[in-house]
């Protein structure tokens, strides 16, 4: 069996292989999501309407086109690779001389198009969610304003540089401490007071 796998460029928006096994000879070509462009018309097809495709040939080439050469007739199966019902690539495998693809092998191959959608759609969102962080943490650290993370029991988790500039104190030596431990409010026991009981208040979802 030969197996390609052709994957959208994220830069460029086209489809070009990106991995290959086998023995068949394939021209050099690149789709766009429209399946426009110097291409198999199988991946064309395939992405114009996403879904598996079978296609059989008895010559030495496909016989829809000339982008794929083999000793003699072959079989071939395209399987879209979706990813957050997008389609982000395609595996094509084809089966020489003319054998077709059973049952188990088409189940098969779409299964690990499946699979591989899935991976893409878990370092997309892994992605994503670094993205955020790191523009959260920009706008967190740039900010003019003092910038606190709480947990429930009023423990500090985080603070912006501004609060370590004004305290003169690293945050590292202030992460992990009550919040009403902080040196900003040691000349006011009563506000600490009152500040532990609002984080207490807050915690079971009541107003200070």
Not at 106 to 135: F, I, Q, S, Y
Not at 157 to 172: D, H, P, Q
Request: hydrophobic share 40%; proline share 5%; aromatic share 8%.
């Amino acid at each position: 069996m030969d197996v390609t796998i052709a994957l959208e460029n994220p830069k460029t928006g086209m489809f070009t292989p990106t991995e290959h096994a086998g023995t068949l000879k394939w021209k050099p070509w690149s789709l766009s999501p429209s399946g426009e462009g110097p291409g198999p018309d199988c991946v064309k097809a395939v992405l114009r309407r996403p879904g598996t495709l079978r296609l059989n040939s008895g010559g030495h080439y496909c016989e829809r086109c000339d982008y794929c050469r083999s000793e003699g007739g072959f079989n071939t199966l395209v399987v879209p690779i979706v990813v957050r019902r997008e389609l982000k690539g395609v595996l094509i495998a084809c089966l020489a001389h003319a054998r077709a693809f059973d049952r188990e092998e088409a189940t098969l191959l779409e299964e690990v198009c499946v699979d591989l959608g899935a991976a893409g759609d878990k370092l997309a969102t892994e992605n994503a969610l670094r993205d955020v962080e790191m523009r959260f943490k920009m706008a967190f650290d740039q900010s003019y304003q003092f910038f606190v993370i709480l947990d429930p029991k009023g423990v500090v988790l985080e603070l912006n540089k501004l609060c370590e500039e004004i305290c003169g104190v690293r945050k590292e030596r202030l992460i992990g401490r009550p919040f009403w431990e902080m040196p900003w409010w040691e000349k006011s026991q009563r506000a600490v007071e009152r500040l532990r009981k609002a984080i207490s208040n807050a915690a079971l979802g009541q107003a200070s």
